[in-house]
């Protein structure tokens, strides 16, 4: 009986052992980086499939990968990942070891990496910026093994979502709308090319893909006024055909959108021409 226990012990020890040296000789050959493993021998962890947990801010704190630390974790967007496959960027002495063990999502877009900049908070950032944030938040989601929540400005203490979360969600789909809206602009109004040289100034013209919109007719170059914008760009304007948005078949001047209200020609240019120099 106690022969047979010992067996079963040292058994189990054995295959734990084994399964350790495995798997940190692994990650260690792959990564040269070590940190303490003594907390995280359950096979679960191993698979990769740990039950989610709660975290608070202080708890995520120990998981920046230092010698004494549970582990090498982040956060985004209150959503915790388990960055050990990323440990070369991520350990203390990685590039990026500021995101390590704490909920930063603002830094990644705004590039403030002081500690008023590595917060949690995306209040107020531009549509640009909250595109931003779904790339890096899609890109934890596939490429790092989710872990857990952090409790507080985006999950409560149930783990359930916070007004702040469905806000920046909801931001989130605002920024991707705008996008949609802004490739639709530019296959009617395609940007301009356009050259800068000290002699000769400035100068835009048309071709037939400029603005990177391959299409079929060229265009002549207009001030285009964007609601919203305060400067205009300069856009290619279609010259025949019936303006966008209304069908072949109604009655119209063959003007494409030369007579769209959201555009002025450019001074001292022809309104034919597919160039115009620039009034310095
Ligand atoms: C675009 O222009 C080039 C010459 O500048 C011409 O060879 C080509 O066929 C044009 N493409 C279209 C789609 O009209």
Redesign the pocket.
């Given at each position: 009986m106690n022969i047979k226990s010992t067996g079963n012990i040292s058994s189990i020890t054995f295959i734990v052992m084994f399964g350790f040296l495995f798997y940190t000789g692994l990650h260690e050959g792959l990564l040269g980086f070590t940190y303490c493993f003594a907390d995280t021998l359950d096979s679960s962890k191993i698979s990769n499939k740990r039950p989610v947990d709660l975290f608070t801010p202080e708890e995520l704190q120990l998981y920046d990968g230092g010698l004494d630390s549970k582990g090498l974790y982040l956060a985004f967007l209150g959503k915790v990942y388990d960055v050990r496959e990323g440990a070369q960027h991520y350990k203390p002495s990685g590039g990026y070891s500021f995101f390590a063990g704490r909920d930063a999502t603002r830094a990644y877009v705004t590039g403030d990496f002081s500690d008023e900049g590595l917060i949690d908070d995306v209040k107020g950032l531009s549509n640009e910026e909250m595109m931003g944030i779904n790339n890096w938040m899609e890109f934890y989601d596939s490429e790092y093994v989710y872990v857990g929540k952090v409790v507080g400005r985006y999950y409560d203490k149930d783990g359930h979502p916070t007004q702040a979360l469905q806000d920046a969600l909801a931001a989130i789909e605002k920024a991707k709308a705008n996008k949609r809206d802004e490739a639709e602009e530019k296959q009617i109004f395609p940007p301009c090319n356009s050259e800068w040289s000290a002699e000769k100034g400035g100068r835009v013209w048309c071709?037939?893909?400029s603005g990177g919109i391959?299409?079929?007719?060229?265009g002549v170059p207009r001030k285009l006024y964007r609601p919203g914008e305060t400067e205009p760009r300069c856009a290619c304007v279609r010259t025949s055909g019936p303006p966008s948005g209304s069908s072949d078949t109604t009655e119209h001047e063959n003007r494409g959108d030369l007579d769209s209200p959201l555009l002025k020609e450019y001074p001292n240019c022809s309104p034919e021409s597919v160039t115009c120099s620039l009034s310095p």
């Open positions: 071709s037939n893909k391959d299409r079929n007719w060229i």
